[in-house]
């Protein structure tokens, strides 16, 4: 099964190793150091250039990649089955 992360955008849900809420991450200087590097590094995609709403970590092609998207964590979480909880 693939998840729609957005605009023309879908992952094996296999691939999908978490789905996180950006708001409610960016409270932690950590989370944000953490994707501010990734994004320099080259391993962030941006879906849309809207504001996102969640971001999603997967590996694609043996790769960890960062996917900012448009659909909240808990619409994405409804999608896949995957539990979802709140921080």
Do not use: W
Not at 25 to 52: C, H, N, W
Not at 75 to 86: A, F, N
Request: net charge negative; charged share 30%.
């Amino acid at each position: 099964m693939f998840l729609h992360l957005g605009e023309n955008v879908v992952v094996p849900i296999k691939d999908v190793i978490g789905i996180f809420d950006i708001e409610a991450t960016m409270y932690s200087p950590d989370t944000s150091q953490f994707l501010r590097m990734a994004e320099e590094d080259g391993f962030v995609e941006r879906i849309t250039k809207d504001k996102p709403k969640s971001f999603v970590i997967a590996e694609v092609d043996k790769k960890s990649k960062i996917y900012l998207s448009p659909i909240s964590s808990a619409t994405l979480s409804k999608r896949t089955d995957i539990v979802y909880c709140e921080l």
